[in-house]
């Protein structure tokens, strides 16, 4: 399968604990997304990669929140001292130059 | 700002054709996407289209856009119970921006 792939797929953690996701890309995009979705709303980006350099990142990323892709190709997002709000989906998708966005199929977090 | 608004619910007949709306605000997007979504799965995209375009057809999916009024909208012709799911706008200001979605409409299609 050459989909965009995210690990875990299901995560239920504490509040106040740290926990880490991770997005495979499609292999040879160089350009990769996260966003977060909560029930019944549209996904919001939350930060980009190209290659291995984040060019942006959103207010919704509070310094909580740290994202890398430290040789361009899998990206972690790692959440410390979550809290019940972080309760969400959180997506990634890459695509190629000239193309538009592939999805992953999420990984679901939940924070007691 | 870079809102997207679409109509919550959707109910269609099975084999009738569906329309969903959305209008967006910001005047610079250059792309309108449309996304769907299954159940516990992610976004899979359906189509897109172009700000320069009015329209554009997919086998059963015709997309038409009305610049002036800011306004997409996705046509599902012969609606199929497989097309039951959530159906996400979207805008971005260019193909390799970040994507703005709306909050998402949800189709149901009854027998």
């Known amino acids: 399968d050459t989909g965009v792939s995210q690990d875990p797929r299901h995560k239920i953690t504490k509040r106040g604990q740290n926990v880490t996701f991770r997005c495979d890309p499609i292999?040879?995009?160089?350009?990769l997304y996260w966003y977060r979705q909560t029930l019944g709303q549209g996904p919001e980006f939350l930060t980009y990669?190209?290659?291995?350099?984040?060019?942006?990142k959103s207010r919704l990323l509070s310094d909580r929140f740290s994202a890398e892709r430290p040789k361009g190709s899998f990206s972690t997002l790692e959440i410390q001292r979550t809290e019940q709000g972080d309760s969400a989906m959180y997506l990634c998708?890459?695509?190629?130059?000239?193309?538009?966005?592939?999805f992953g199929p999420g990984t679901r977090l939940l924070v007691l | 700002g870079e809102d997207v608004e679409q109509s919550l619910f959707l109910s269609v007949r099975e084999g009738d054709s569906s329309v969903i709306n959305c209008t967006y605000t910001?005047?610079?997007?250059?792309?309108l996407y449309w996304y769907k979504q299954e159940p516990g799965a992610g976004l899979q995209l359906l189509t897109y289209?172009?700000?320069?375009?009015d329209m554009k057809q997919d086998q059963r999916l015709t997309v038409l856009l009305n610049k002036k009024d800011k306004h997409l909208s996705l046509r599902i012709a012969d609606t199929q119970t497989g097309d039951s799911a959530i159906y996400f706008c979207?805008?971005?200001?260019?193909?390799?921006?970040?994507?703005?979605f709306g909050a998402g409409t949800t189709v149901t299609v009854r027998a």
């Open positions: 998708a890459s695509r190629p130059e000239q193309e538009t966005q592939y």
């Open positions: 292999s040879e995009h160089n350009r």
């Open positions: 990669f190209q290659n291995e350099a984040q060019l942006e």
């Open positions: 289209i172009f700000s320069n375009m």
């Open positions: 910001d005047s610079s997007s250059t792309y």
């Open positions: 979207a805008e971005s200001i260019s193909n390799d921006y970040k994507l703005s």
